[in-house]
C-alpha cells in the first residue's frame, strides 16, 4: 500500500522524519514558513549522523490549501502552535485520512480529538538530537528511534504501514501498544533535560558530569516516575537507570527548549510541564520538584536573562 504523505511543520523532527521518508521514496508534501522559497529553489538538506542527502525537487508548499489531501498527516509543529491545526489541517484530510502528533508533552491528542472528534488520531514519541541550522537545512546529530501508538479512531493497517515505511527509510520505528505509557516515559527525560538545560543554561553532557545536577535530574524523574502512577502508567526504577545511561552515550546536545530559549522562541511549557502537573495534581500527587521547574521556566520566559 502507497502512502501519500503530508508534514506539517518541517524543522528539526518534521524535516528529519520527513525527509527521509521522501528520500527513501516515498511521496511527502512539506508544509514550509520562512524557508519556502529557499526549499523550493534548492531542496531539503539533512545532514545526518546516518548520511547526509539532499531531497531535491521537494514537494514544498507555504499553505496547506495548495497542497493535495493525503493520507497520512505528520504534525511536528511545536504544541505551542497546535490552535492552528483547526485551520491548517481541513484542506489535507480526506475521510480515513490519519493524523499523527509527533511531538513532545502529554494530553496533546486529547486536545486534537476535542476539535475533531471524527478524526484518526495516533501520537509519535522522537527519540533523537537534531536541529534546524539554516533555512532548509537539519543537522542530525544522534538517535533517531520513533515510537507510534493509537489514540483515537486509529487504523492499526495504516499504522502499521506507517512503521513499515520508516524502516524501509533507514530510520528505526515502533509500536507502542500505550500511547499514555510512553508519553509518561518520555517525560522522565524531557522534564529534566529540556528545563534544566534552560535554568542552568547548559548542554545535556555537563549536565551528567557534574555530580550535583545528575542528582537533581535523578530526583525529577523519580518524581516523574512516581507521578506516573497517579496518570494512569507506571515506570519503574530501571526505566531511570536506563535514561541516565542513554544520555550518557549521547552527544553533547542542546535540547529544543534550550534553542527555542537562546532564540527568544516561546518554550513548550504548557505541554511538557504544566499538563504533567495538572493531571498528577487532580489525581491526588503533588510534583513540587517539577512544579517548581515549571515556575522557573515561565518566569524566563517572561524575563529572559541577559547572560543566556
Known amino acids: 500500500m502507497k502512502i501519500r504523505y503530508a508534514v506539517i511543520g518541517s524543522g528539526a ?32 538538506r539533512v545532514d545526518s549522523a546516518h548520511g547526509n542527502f539532499i531531497v531535491h525537487p521537494a514537494n ?46 502529554l494530553n496533546i491528542e486529547q486536545a486534537l480529538a476535542d476539535n475533531f472528534p471524527e478524526l484518526s488520531i495516533a501520537g509519535g514519541l522522537a527519540f533523537i538530537c537534531s536541529s534546524k541550522t539554516g533555512p532548509g537545512f537539519i543537522t542530525h546529530y544522534d538517535q533517531g528511534k520513533l515510537t507510534l501508538g493509537g ?16 524502516k524501509n527509510a533507514g530510520v528505526l520505528c515502533t509500536l507502542s501498544e500505550d500511547l499514555n505509557q510512553s ?8 522534564i529534566p533535560y529540556n528545563g534544566m538545560t534552560v535554568v542552568l543554561n547548559t548542554t545535556t553532557d555537563r549536565l551528567m558530569k557534574n555530580p550535583d545536577s545528575r542528582s537533581l ?22 526505566f531511570i537507570e536506563k535514561m541516565l545511561v542513554y544520555t550518557d552515550r549521547m552527544v553533547p546536545y542542546a535540547p529544543s527548549m534550550k534553542l527555542d530559549y537562546d532564540a527568544g522562541r516561546p518554550m513548550e511549557i504548557e505541554a511538557i510541564y504544566s499538563n504533567p502537573v495538572r493531571t498528577a495534581l487532580k489525581a491526588g500527587y503533588t510534583m513540587k520538584k517539577v512544579e517548581m521547574l515549571e515556575q522557573q521556566l515561565r518566569f524566563l520566559q517572561n524575563y529572559p536573562a541577559k547572560v543566556h
Open 217 to 238: 535530574i535523578r530526583s525529577l524523574m523519580t518524581e516523574v516516575m512516581e507521578a506516573s502512577i497517579y496518570g494512569g502508567a507506571r515506570i519503574t526504577g530501571d
Open 60 to 105: 514544498a508548499y507555504s499553505d496547506t490549501q495548495n497542497m493535495p489531501v493525503c493520507d497520512v498527516v505528520l504534525v511536528c509543529l511545536k504544541t505551542n502552535n497546535n490552535a492552528l491545526l483547526k485551520e491548517i489541517l481541513p484542506p489535507l484530510l480526506h475521510k480515513n485520512t490519519q493524523v499523527i502528533l509527533i511531538q513532545n508533552g
Open 183 to 190: 508519553r509518561w516515559e518520555k517525560l522522565v527525560w524531557n
Open 13 to 44: 523532527l518534521g524535516g528529519y522524519y520527513g525527509g527521509k521518508l521522501a528520500h527513501s521514496g516515498q511521496e511527502v508534501h512539506f508544509l514550509f514558513h520562512s524557508d519556502y522559497h529557499v526549499v523550493k529553489n534548492n531542496g531539503l
Open 151 to 166: 489514540f483515537q479512531k486509529t487504523s492499526p493497517e495504516i499504522l502499521e504501514q506507517v512503521i513499515q515505511d520508516f
